[in-house]
């Protein structure tokens, strides 16, 4: 005979289960920081979690943001050259040593995924092709000029 808490009960074991075998499936939890300085200088930052309960605390949060305002501020060309670049806070470690010792702390891997950087004042011929329209854009007002 089944009682009627068992499912909830199996419901909050899966709930703890979940990220856990995410993790263990080579999937993440995918967590965007955004920095703006002035209306001049944007930044995305994209991190990769093991879990999400990790991008929700608060060590997190503040790295994730610094790391950003570090982006806009320093102007790193690569991921590659981002970890090694001296942290802008504190130029006794690196952005990755901040990452790793995030990491020990939260005991699960955190890494950032990739990051993007806009500049209003670089010059218009420095900037590259603006995207394409999609094939299938419709006209204004959803119909088709014959």
Known sequence: MTTPARPEKLRRKLQVAAPLLLKHMGQYVRHIETYGHNGRIG??????????????????????????????AVQPVSLADLLQQPFVKDSAR???????????????????????????????HALSEPPKAPANAMRFGGCEKS
């Open 43 to 72: 930044v995305l930052v994209e991190f990769r979690l093991e879990t999400e309960f990790s991008a929700k605390a608060l060590p997190f949060t503040q790295l994730a943001k610094d790391v950003a305002l570090h982006i806009a």
């Open 94 to 124: 690196t952005i990755g040593q901040l990452l790793a010792a995030l990491s020990t702390m939260q005991r699960e891997r955190i890494d950032i995924a990739r990051f993007m950087r806009w500049d209003t004042e670089v010059p218009d």
